[in-house]
């Protein structure tokens, strides 16, 4: 039982590159979810997804894409890489809404020059 | 807006003391408050949840407490040891309709000196 499997670990970008990182999750979860965490800030939520095909925006939206196309999977697409949007990204799943524990992948640490 | 913060950034504590940790949120109380410990380089991971209607809850030497009157809620580690040295996330959960919406506080670092 894998858990949450995040790729890349690391990823050096230019800026105005695209790039996806990846999302797994074996648990069966309906909820899934991206975060960024960043010094000072906390985990802010980007975006979110109750069920496959069903996905919403979070606090910091602008910038990233999602789609759910199946339950175990749940990819986050940056568009066009900005310097702001170096951080560290870290992917969740859970079976309820917030009733229920959050399990973290191990997160993918983004470097945007 | 819901926020929620935790008041110390960094805990310095000796071995063997209890840590306290607090956690304030603002508006209206969550349907739920989780806690988080997060170690470098690794993701959260899951240690406690309090629903609104429950004052306390233990788990080994692990207890939180709610309190709605202060909006206030503290965690804490009896009989510390160096390997709690971590950073302590806390999350509120509105309920209703808001989903997968936890909002995080910001983290307090906890260092236990041997």
């Known amino acids: 039982n894998a858990g949450v499997t995040q790729t890349p670990k690391f990823q050096v970008l230019k800026t105005g590159q695209s790039m996806t990182l990846q999302c797994a999750q074996d648990?069966?979860?309906?909820?899934m979810s991206w975060y960024r965490q960043d010094p000072g800030m906390g985990l802010r939520l980007i975006h979110y997804?109750?069920?496959?095909?069903?996905?919403d925006q979070g606090e910091v939206p602008n910038g990233y894409n999602v789609s759910r196309s199946t339950t175990e999977d749940f990819p986050l697409r940056l568009l066009s890489a900005a310097p702001s949007q170096t951080s560290v990204y870290f992917c969740a799943s859970s079976s309820d809404r917030g009733s229920q524990p959050q399990h973290f992948g191990d997160g993918t640490r983004l470097s945007i020059l | 807006s819901q926020k929620i913060e935790q008041n110390s950034e960094a805990l310095n504590i000796q071995e063997g003391k209890t840590a306290t940790l607090t956690c304030n949120y603002t508006?209206?109380?969550?349907?739920?408050l989780q806690w988080y410990r997060q170690d470098p380089g690794r993701g959260p991971v899951f240690l406690l949840l309090?629903?609104?209607?429950?004052k306390e809850k233990r788990k080994e030497r692990l207890k939180v407490t709610f309190d709605t009157t202060l909006k206030q809620s503290l965690f804490h580690i009896t009989a510390s040891q160096p390997a709690d040295s971590a950073t302590y996330l806390c999350a509120r959960y509105a309920g209703g309709t808001s989903y997968g919406k936890l909002t995080f506080g910001q983290g307090t670092i906890l260092t236990v000196h041997p």
């Open positions: 508006n209206y109380s969550p349907a739920y």
């Open positions: 309090i629903r609104e209607n429950e």
């Open positions: 997804s109750v069920g496959a095909g069903i996905t």
């Open positions: 648990m069966n979860h309906e909820y």
